[in-house]
């Protein structure tokens, strides 16, 4: 069973930086596909980015050329690089592993971007 555990989220001003990073624990972590998704109150999670057990990428729309998402499986990590951002990325960021019939989450790590 993989577990999931988020860190590296704050208070950033617009433009700035952060780093999220996701600790994967399970010995077949390279075999899912891991994500970063966020959430508003009062509006559905969305998919932010993703990164396949072969590392081909996918980004929203609205990250794109501003997020990177990355892996270590030396580490049994994935890390989300948010650079130039924006208040509209303030949310709760999740990390998720997805393989098969096998979908987990993170306990969210918050994201807030002052103006």
């Known amino acids: 069973q993989v577990r999931l555990v988020e860190s590296g989220g704050g208070l950033v001003q617009a433009g700035g930086s952060l780093r999220l990073s996701c600790a994967a624990s399970g010995s077949i972590f390279r075999l899912f596909a891991m994500g970063w998704y966020r959430q508003v109150p009062g509006k559905q999670r969305e998919l932010v980015a993703v990164?396949?057990?072969?590392?081909?990428?996918n980004y929203a729309e609205s990250v794109k050329g501003r997020f990177t998402i990355s892996r270590d499986y030396a580490k049994n990590a994935v890390y989300l690089q948010m650079d130039s951002l924006k208040p509209e990325d303030t949310a709760v960021y999740y990390c998720?592993?997805?393989?098969?019939?096998?979908?987990?989450w993170g306990q969210g790590t918050q994201v807030t971007v002052s103006s």
């Open positions: 990164i396949t057990s072969s590392g081909s990428t």
């Open positions: 998720n592993a997805n393989r098969v019939a096998t979908d987990l």
